[in-house]
């Protein structure tokens, strides 16, 4: 199968776990609903995933790449400190709001042990990337600051997901605490 083809299989899984997500819910999501809808054999999937617990685990992993990518892309020619936090800051957000279907499994697959250890390991690299950042802005604890934000970033997410739109009080909180 030719690299481009593969892309494409695996994107096209990816989309039908989100649609049969909005159809089921994920307790009730099962690979060969994903198959089915993906119009590919159940052997296809297993090409891609070892299991249901590696797929979300990959989906999780494509949702936060295609994100940090976005970020790095459109912060690189800013200095560390307050403005490069915000711009990541939103980028962020309003991609988790555009991928709404995809924050919502994510968030529901928490509980699986093995997402659950992504999320923290990614939200500690995240908080190192944030933490120059606040040591750019003279915050006394950089480290520390980075991680609070971090987490009100991601609840700040979830908030706006459920409601499905941005919530501008919650950014200006979140612009706030940069500033402190």
Do not use: W
């Amino acid at each position: 199968m030719k690299k481009y083809d593969a892309a494409r299989t695996k994107a096209a899984l990816i989309a039908a776990g989100l649609r049969v997500f909005e159809k089921k819910g994920l307790a009730e999501m099962r690979v060969d609903d994903v198959v089915d809808e993906a119009g590919v054999a159940k052997g296809t999937f297993y090409l891609y995933f070892k299991d249901r617990a590696a797929y979300l685990l990959g989906m999780h992993r494509d949702f936060h790449d295609t994100l940090r990518d976005e970020i790095l892309q459109k912060t690189a020619q800013l200095p560390h400190g307050r403005e490069r936090l915000l711009t990541g800051t939103t980028i962020y957000l309003d991609g988790c709001l555009k991928k709404h279907g995809v924050k919502a499994m994510l968030f529901e697959a928490r509980s699986e042990p093995a997402l659950r250890d992504e999320v923290l390991a990614r939200n500690e690299i995240f908080s190192a990337v944030v933490a120059e950042d606040f040591k750019a802005i003279g915050r006394r604890h950089p480290g520390a600051a980075a991680k609070l934000f971090v987490a009100m970033a991601a609840e700040a997410a979830l908030s706006e997901m459920q409601a499905r739109k941005k919530l501008a009080p919650l950014r200006a909180a979140l612009a706030d605490f940069i500033t402190g």
